[in-house]
Nanobody
Framework: QVQLVESGGGLVQAGGSLRLSCAAS????????MGWFRRAPGKEREFVAT????????YYADSVKGRFTISRGNAKNTVYLQMNSLKPEDTAVYYC?????????????????????WGQGTQVTVSS
């Protein structure tokens, strides 16, 4: 089991920045990658970014590329999402997720079904 706790969400004006953190505990030694997803009101969950622990390979959604940066801590227990130039359409609950299957992640890094454990989410609200 892996427990994931997100933090860092809040209310920010358009153009502002926030840094989300995801703290992982439990059986993190077998984790291969971590991802961030979000769900906006009335919309389906969507992929935001992901990073592999071993090599630091990253993937981003087109909608956040150039504005958001995913990074990892030294140990397999913290992942960050630096969000700059925030827009009202970035308003959503942001979730971090843990992947334990390297092969699956290599093929489908942006798919929610690739991830095994999920956090409870943190709210990000961007005002115009």
């Amino acid at each position: 089991q892996v427990q994931l706790v997100e933090s860092g969400g809040g209310l920010v004006q358009a153009g502002g920045s926030l840094r989300l953190s995801c703290a992982a505990s439990g059986r993190t030694f077998s984790s291969y990658a971590m991802g961030w997803f979000r769900r906006a009101p009335g919309k389906e969950r969507e992929f935001v970014a992901t990073i592999s622990w071993r090599y630091g390979n990253t993937y981003y959604a087109d909608s956040v590329k150039g504005r958001f940066t995913i990074s990892r801590g030294n140990a397999k227990n913290t992942v960050y999402l630096q969000m700059n130039s925030l827009k009202p359409e970035d308003t959503a609950v942001y979730y971090c997720a843990d992947n334990k299957a390297e092969g699956l992640w290599a093929l489908y890094p942006r798919s929610a079904s690739t991830y095994d454990y999920w956090g409870q989410g943190t709210q990000v609200t961007v005002s115009s």
